[in-house]
């Protein structure tokens, strides 16, 4: 046997009567509600609840087997200062040119240098320079002693990293300044 047709009923396609404009206070009033979004028809069935928590848990599990198996080796501390260093391109100009400046920068160099191996400024001196002290027969003074800070200011200006040498030129300046005020 075959299912009988089924009709499907005709459209009214009679004008509705247009009504007269109303009255102010008859008017709908329309908002401006933002519109739910609706996702776009995709042709897949809407995904539930628990379809989204079992992709989340699989993506956790592959990222804890990678985890587990190890990655890629951890990076080199000096590698990641370098980093640090490189991130204050991207800070205003005004700031910028006070980390570059600043005694936080010189620190950070001096231990990227000693990660990599290479002897800082104090053992060089103590490596290769012995000094047999001479016995004054006169005492050290204040000048000699600003007079010595003059000089190494002097050189820091040959330092190949301008804002070095300003930070350099500035610290010595500073301790010069706090030696003035012990007197």
Avoid: C
Avoid at 14 to 20: L, R, S, V
Avoid at 130 to 148: A, G
Avoid at 150 to 178: G, T
């Amino acid at each position: 046997m075959e299912p009988a047709p089924t009709r499907v009923p005709e459209p009214d396609l009679t004008p509705a009567p247009e009504p007269g404009p109303a009255p102010l206070a008859q008017q709908p009033v329309e908002w401006d509600e933002p519109e739910e979004e609706q996702p776009p028809p995709t042709g897949k069935p809407a995904r539930t609840g628990e379809d989204v928590r079992q992709e989340l848990r699989d993506y956790l599990d592959g990222v804890r087997d990678k985890l587990d198996k190890g990655g890629p080796p951890p990076s080199k501390p000096g590698d990641l200062l370098d980093y640090l260093g490189k991130l204050s391109d991207y800070l205003p100009d005004r700031d910028k040119k006070r980390f570059r400046g600043s005694n936080e920068r010189l620190a950070m160099e001096s231990l990227k240098a000693q990660l990599a191996g290479k002897k800082g400024l104090r053992q060089k001196v103590a490596d290769s320079f012995r000094p047999v002290v001479p016995h004054r027969k006169e005492p050290m003074t204040r000048s000699l002693i600003v007079d010595t800070f003059s000089y190494l200011k002097d050189l820091s200006a040959w330092h190949p990293d301008k804002a070095v040498a300003a930070a350099m030129r500035e610290r010595i300046e500073s301790i010069v300044a706090q030696m003035g005020s012990l007197k």
